[in-house]
T-cell receptor
Framework: NAGVTQTPKFQVLKTGQSMTLQCAQD?????MSWYRQDPGMGLRLIHY???????DQGEVPNGYNVSRSTTEDFPLRLLSAAPSQTSVYFC???????????FGSGTRLTVV | KQEVTQIPAALSVPEGENLVLNCSFT??????LQWFRQDPGKGLTSLLL?????REQTSGRLNASLDKSSGRSTLYIAASQPGDSATYLC??????????FGKGTLLTVNP
């Protein structure tokens, strides 16, 4: 198993550009989520999904869209990037059972 | 709303010392609590998971305890090594699968 795979690892965007951060897991986990990590703020939940076709907002959803068409993939879309979205983004997944989360290695995004 | 606090924010110890990292949470209605390690510029590595019905979990030199009634968890590291230097994060899982993280403790173990 590759676990949770995030691409790209690094990205620089100009203000107003759009992009998609990819997240894929091969563990057949139903639950997937996106977090952003900022200095002094810790990790905050952006969006999450409890299964294919089901998504919901987390703590800081504004400026981000998600979809979940398959169990394996949970992409995060930035429609019009802003400097405030400069952050490190982590994708995580888990089974419905009472087990822990597995995190990807992160995407470091800079918006200039 | 769940809030998770980690104390201290930073800790520097000499090699070989035993140490305790603290994590407190405001809502005791958690399903489990998970401790992670994060190296600079890297992702999160799961260290220990304690279910709400458990009091402690052990893995090698690491021991994590959980006291739901008081809203506290501790991570005990025995015989610390320079390779233990990292940021340690605790996260509480609520009934909606969401994790609430503390801001972490930056641990430095000096040779």
């Amino acid at each position: 198993n590759a676990g949770v795979t995030q691409t790209p690892k690094f990205q620089v965007l100009k203000t107003g550009q759009s992009m998609t951060l990819q997240c894929a897991q091969d563990m057949n986990h139903e639950y997937m989520s996106w977090y952003r990590q900022d200095p002094g703020m810790g990790l905050r939940l952006i969006h999450y999904s409890v299964g294919a076709g089901i998504t919901d907002q987390g703590e800081v959803p504004n400026g981000y869209n998600v979809s979940r068409s398959t169990t394996e993939d949970f992409p995060l879309r930035l429609l019009s990037a802003a400097p405030s979205q400069t952050s490190v983004y982590f994708c995580a997944s888990k089974t419905p059972h009472n087990y822990g989360y597995t995190f990807g290695s992160g995407t470091r995004l800079t918006v200039v | 709303k769940q809030e998770v606090t980690q104390i201290p924010a930073a800790l520097s110890v000499p090699e070989g010392e035993n140490l305790v990292l603290n994590c407190s949470f405001t809502d005791s209605a958690i399903y489990n609590l998970q401790w992670f390690r994060q190296d600079p510029g890297k992702g999160l590595t799961s260290l220990l998971l304690i279910q709400s019905s458990q009091r402690e979990q052990t893995s090698g030199r690491l021991n994590a305890s959980l006291d739901k009634s008081s809203g506290r968890s501790t991570l005990y590291i025995a015989a610390s090594q320079p390779g233990d230097s990292a940021t340690y994060l605790c996260a509480a899982r609520g009934s909606n699968y969401k994790l609430t993280f503390g801001k972490g403790t930056l641990l430095t173990v000096n040779p």
